[in-house]
């Protein structure tokens, strides 16, 4: 596995030994496992995980935090929204969709659309109002397409990327 680093405008690939495979795949299993559980796990010393640990967050590979379970929200509103935006203001549109609480997810695409947003809103009234003011008033945006979900079988966290 290759993390690829920025630094002062170039890309550094960082490789990750098989210790610290291990206690990202075991931190992503349970991310409230104790430094010992792990230690004893991958058969190495209680330090050692917490150095390491340490290190993968300090440099950027790993972030830990609450993730919402998306099965478990009361009345949770999804939407999927292809975007199509002047070829010039892609990048501002894709950076401020990145700044809305509600969007999880932004992308640019090669495809029927330019960019493609994910949104996840506490109710139907939020996720109209994100959709309807908030993206439709972008600067750039020409034409938006939303779908909106229905049943959840899937929403793995573990893919989200850590952003700077």
Known sequence: ????????????????????????????????????????AIAVTEGTVRNRIQKLIKNKIIKISVINNINRMENPAVAFVGLDVETRSKDSVAKALSKMKEVRFVSTLIGRHDLMAFVLADDINILSKVLYEDISSLPGVRFSESSIGLKYYKYDYRWARILD
């Open 1 to 40: 596995m290759f993390i690829s680093l920025k630094l002062t405008g170039l890309l550094l690939p960082m490789k990750l030994d098989q210790t610290d495979k291990k206690i990202i795949q075991l931190l992503g299993a349970d991310a409230r496992m104790s430094n010992n559980q792990m230690a004893k």
